[in-house]
């Protein structure tokens, strides 16, 4: 199940999604609040487990989707 939810996200705020103290100009607006960390943070969350997170938006005013892929691992017999 794919849902898609939030303000969207322009070219320009795909760039510096995940850089620290980065916010979109669209959430300034309507959303005083926040560091900017929060993505920056779980970004280093998952690569610390070789993991990935991106997003993709078709633009502003249409949504967006996480993803994170990380890596399964089978436990050694022993």
Known sequence: MRIVRGIGLNT???SK????FS???AVKAIHV???GLGLYVAR???EAHHGQVWA???GRGMGSTF???LPIH???AG
Do not use: C, N, T
């Open 12 to 14: 320009a705020d795909m």
């Open 17 to 20: 999604l995940f850089k620290k």
């Open 23 to 25: 916010r979109s100009e």
């Open 33 to 35: 609040g926040g560091s």
């Open 44 to 46: 280093k969350h998952i």
């Open 56 to 58: 993709e938006s078709p």
């Open 67 to 69: 993803f994170v892929r």
């Open 74 to 76: 089978k436990r050694r």
